[in-house]
């Protein structure tokens, strides 16, 4: 034991376990370890690089947009790409994306976050909004529909609003804020409501190749803990916290809380989850959704109408539980492929801003 570290044990504090010299700020919550805040935010930062590299998310050259909701992992998200970028040389353009939901009292909060995060990092933004897309706010819908469903069309819109924005920057991939937790809490779900064509692909660090934008999670081995209360709060970042007023979610938020009782007991847990998940083996008699396109707007839909046409069809007429549930009507002649409850797909039928994209 040198000097310092005897030092430091009488003063009662403890060495960091990487470095060995400087004071252990933190116990990671990933590892239990006692570490420095400079040794953090190398290992944080360097397995987001090595999580990058290992699974090819990024060519050189690409454009990749971040949705970005104002909230803690995008924002780290934002910031981290951005630094990895340049220390990597990476090689990357990145752009800011955003969704205006059109919830008065929180989204546009949520969105002055991040206009100050475009001058911080320096990242173009563009915001799309549901009213320019669809004609509606998310105000307006829930004054239709009241507060149950909301999320559903919420979730549904987003998705298309995103693949839409991101089309805009001509972008070659989107990369999204989804954590560790997420995805655990997502395979969770896929497993609780027996949905099969979501569990196998929920796990997936890029989705949607065969659809207009692919998407990427660098945050997929991620904890939520390190991003928020560890990582963004000691580099004081700049990111909205608030939930939707709109956000009702009970069995989403039951699956929470059980995934966090189990990295009480047992930190690792988040990441078996995960593992299971990728573990999965699809028997070949599951019957998966074929992919075709929307007759009418042209988006990427197993059915006749995608989800978002058949919901907005309910709105513009006046019938909002349209496109609730299994479809009847609109889709009838597709009817087979009515199985398929949301257009929203695997992870990113995670639903909130709260929860990011
Ligand atoms: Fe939309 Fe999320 Fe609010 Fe639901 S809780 S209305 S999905 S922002």
Redesign the pocket.
Known sequence: MDEADTKLRKAGGRLCCICNQRRAALKRPKTLEQICRECFYEVFEEEIHQVIVDNQLFKPGERIAIGASGGKDSTVLAYVLSELNQRHNYGLDLFLLSVD?G?TGYRDDSLETVKRNEMQYGLPLKIVSYKDLYGWT?DEIVKMIGLKN??TF??VFRRQALDRGASLLKVDKLATGHNADDIAETVLLNILRGDIARLSRCTSITTGEDGPIPRCKPFKYTYEKEIMFTYAYFKRLDYFSTE?I??P?AYRGFAREFIKDLERIRPRAILDIIKSGENFRIATSTKMPEQGTCERCGYISSQKWCKACVLLEGLNRGLPKLGIGRNKGLNNDRKKDAKQTSGAKSIESK????LDF
Do not use: A, D, V
């Open positions: 939901e919830i998310m909301n999320c919420c979730g939707c709109y956000s979610n639903q909130c801003g709260t």
